[in-house]
């Protein structure tokens, strides 16, 4: 009987763990080309120079479009890679403008890999367009950067990618960086750590000594500033206002901006969204009121 239960709780543990099998398909990854203007070290894509490149034709893109939104989840996301997939981005463009096309009621997130050298001012307006966010890499400063990831000719592609990744948050575009690990990168470990540090909230240091003139520096009261809902234009008359809360360094991490608390915003419907739901059982379902009672 022990025996049992053990089995039935185990059984219940694995079927858990492994509900994922169930769902439908939500990531769809688009090799657009395996071909690359880099020659990174640590490449797998590139793994061979004697490979035979080629590139995704609009043919290929429709039908793996079409295949794609077959899937009976509502929710996709639609994500470019390589080799370097802005080689070959009339099939970007054309994979998100069919798709936006076909997608009825689904909803569709895009998302792009890319070592950005060939950016150009028509891509970040596209990016910019429906949106599309944008990873890369930043594996630490111009040397160890220069080292694990140069261009096919040798030359260095640290200024461009920083340039780039500057140009993209300027843009509001979502970008994320990613490092990998090299015997080269292990020898100054903190040149990584630097590369990636923003001294946007930095308020000094403990040697300047006195805490009052910390607190009154700019950074910090602007900082206040931008968390007080009561003082956020749209925020300010909101229902959910006392429920709702505010991170100005979230907000800069993801759209360069400290105020990014607009109504609408996407954090805000996500926000409003909860809120609803919550009070929609508070106000009809007295089994939930109970419960939500019992958690105060
Ligand atoms: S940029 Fe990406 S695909 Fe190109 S060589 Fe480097 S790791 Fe490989
Ligand atoms: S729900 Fe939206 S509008 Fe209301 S306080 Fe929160 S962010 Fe502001």
Redesign the pocket.
């Known amino acids: 009987m022990k025996d049992d239960v053990f089995i039935e709780q185990v059984l219940n543990s694995y079927r858990d763990h492994k509900q994922y099998l169930f769902s439908a398909t939500s990531l769809h990854i688009f090799v657009l080309t395996n071909a ?5 070290v ?2 797998q ?2 793994d061979s120079a004697k490979e035979k490149k080629g590139k995704m034709d609009r043919e290929t893109a429709k039908k793996a479009v079409d295949i794609a939104l077959q899937s009976p989840n509502q929710y996709l996301t639609f994500e470019f890679q ?3 997939p802005l080689l070959n981005f009339e099939i970007i463009k054309f994979i998100v403008e069919y798709s936006q096309e076909k997608k009825n009621d689904k909803v569709i997130t895009y998302s792009l890999v890319t ?1 950005t050298l060939l950016l150009q001012e028509e891509m970040l307006d596209f990016f910019e367009k429906y949106p599309i966010s944008v990873s890369t ?1 930043l594996d630490g400063d111009q040397k160890i950067y220069d080292g694990n ?1 140069p261009q096919i000719t040798g030359e260095g592609t640290f200024r461009f990618v920083s340039s780039n990744i500057r140009k993209m948050k300027q843009r509001g575009i979502r970008t994320n960086a990613v490092e990998t690990t090299t015997k080269r990168s292990l020898k100054p470990p903190e040149k990584i750590i630097n590369t990636y540090r923003d001294p946007m909230f930095c308020l000094g240091n403990v040697n300047m000594g006195i805490y009052d003139r910390l607190m009154e520096n700019r950074v910090c009261k602007v900082t206040c500033q931008a968390s007080v809902l009561e003082g956020l234009p749209g925020c300010c008359d909101c229902v959910y206002q006392p429920y709702c809360g505010v991170c100005p360094v979230i907000f800069y991490a993801s759209n360069q901006s400290i105020y990014d608390r607009e109504v609408h915003s996407y954090q805000c419907k996500v926000y409003q969204g909860m809120l609803d739901v919550l009070f929609e059982f508070l106000c009809n379902d007295p089994d939930a009121k109970s419960i939500f009672e019992m958690w105060i």
Do not use: I, K, T, V
């Open positions: 690359c203007n880099m020659c990174c640590y490449c894509a590139q390589g080799g370097e070592n890499s990831r």
